[in-house]
């Protein structure tokens, strides 16, 4: 097929797969006349690419998943590479739960003060009467 094929199949453009190429990422066999041509592999790869990108994964780490495919592997995920990176991936995502879980405590914390002071009675205000506003001046 060829890369306008390609890009429509996998749900992305000609000059993303393009630069997948330059990253070396995605080869591209060459017909007779030099146009592009991909086969149904390429297609798999394009699309693991683009559903790690989904999770979250930067480009750089598809790679291995990439590798374990074009090794002939049924999964990219079958390689030992691959599960460092999901291994990887988990510990940063599980580090980025527990900030927003503090950021929450201290949100909620924050909360709960502003509810209080927001609840309590406005201070009475202080009024001085003096003898002489309470005398007739008239």
Not at 31 to 42: F, H, K, M
Not at 49 to 57: S, V
């Amino acid at each position: 097929m060829r890369i306008g094929e390609l890009a429509e199949r996998a749900g992305t453009t000609t000059r993303t797969l393009r630069y997948y190429e330059s990253r070396g990422l995605l080869t591209a066999g060459r017909t007779g006349n030099g146009y592009r041509a991909y086969d149904e592999r390429d297609l798999r790869l394009v699309r693991q690419i683009r559903l790690l990108q989904d999770f979250g994964f930067e480009l750089e780490d598809t790679r291995p998943f990439v590798e374990c495919l074009q090794a002939g592997h049924s999964a990219g995920d079958a390689c030992p590479a691959s599960l460092e990176v999901y291994r990887r991936k988990l510990a940063e995502l599980d580090d980025c739960l527990a900030r927003l879980g503090e950021v929450r405590e201290q949100l909620t914390q924050q909360l709960a003060q502003a509810e209080l002071l927001a609840a309590a009675p406005a201070s009475p205000r202080c009024e001085l009467t003096t003898d002489w506003e309470d005398e007739d001046h008239g």
